[in-house]
């Protein structure tokens, strides 16, 4: 599989099927984040892998009922990060950016093993953190929920995350996201030439 076809692949699948998690798949997830650039190499970003079943349950309740189907991923991932961890350039603070390649090298690497990671946004960060046992004073990223897809009627979903499991949701065409050297003129003459955002 090449990049190009790997990045297709990734799916924000929410029909999840519990397994066992091995130690295998515990490596490789934790070798590739190390790999992952930042500036100045700080590798501000931390992982909190949680995949002991009394911790997944005691997961579930940090969770809105948006994300009720988390409960079925058989493991868990907290990004999290502060920014006295990495560079700060004037106004720019990086931890989270940096962190974010960091998340991005772990899902891709778990969709080449054949795995779901959807990243998760509705959680209470101060329960988790709690949970997880993050310090206060970190900022909690992301949870990332790793499974295996079950394409299956018996998990049921709210219609707009049933639709996304069917077909990937639109996505915004490459001239409404990229511009070519100039940001305000380019989106002028780009509006000339596409009628909707979406390919």
């Given at each position: ?57 005691a ?18 991932v ?35 093993m ?9 959680y ?25 897809h ?14 996304a ?6 996505r ?18 780009n ?9």
């Amino acid at each position: 599989m090449n990049f190009t076809e790997l990045v297709s692949k990734r799916r924000a699948y929410r029909k999840l099927k519990p397994f066992d998690i091995e130690p295998e798949i515990l490596q490789e997830l934790l070798k590739i984040t190390s790999l992952a650039p930042s500036c100045e190499n700080n590798q501000p970003w931390r992982f909190v892998f949680v995949y002991n079943k009394e911790q997944l349950q005691a997961m579930q309740s940090v969770f809105h009922n948006r994300n009720k189907w988390v409960e079925n991923a058989p493991l868990l991932v907290g990004a999290f990060s502060k920014q006295e961890f990495d560079c700060s350039i004037e106004t720019r603070d990086y931890h989270l950016f940096d962190t974010g390649i960091a998340t991005a090298y772990l899902m891709l690497r778990a969709t080449e093993m054949g795995l779901v990671a959807h990243p998760t946004s509705y959680y209470n960060e101060v329960e988790a953190k709690k949970i997880m046992g993050i310090p206060e004073e970190m900022d909690l990223i992301t949870i990332i929920a790793i499974g295996k897809h079950e394409d299956t009627a018996k998990i049921q979903l709210p219609k707009d995350q049933e639709r996304a499991e069917l077909e990937r949701p639109k996505r915004f065409s490459m001239q409404y996201l990229n511009y070519l050297d100039n940001y305000v003129s380019e989106y002028e003459e780009n509006k000339k030439r596409f009628e909707d955002i979406f390919d």
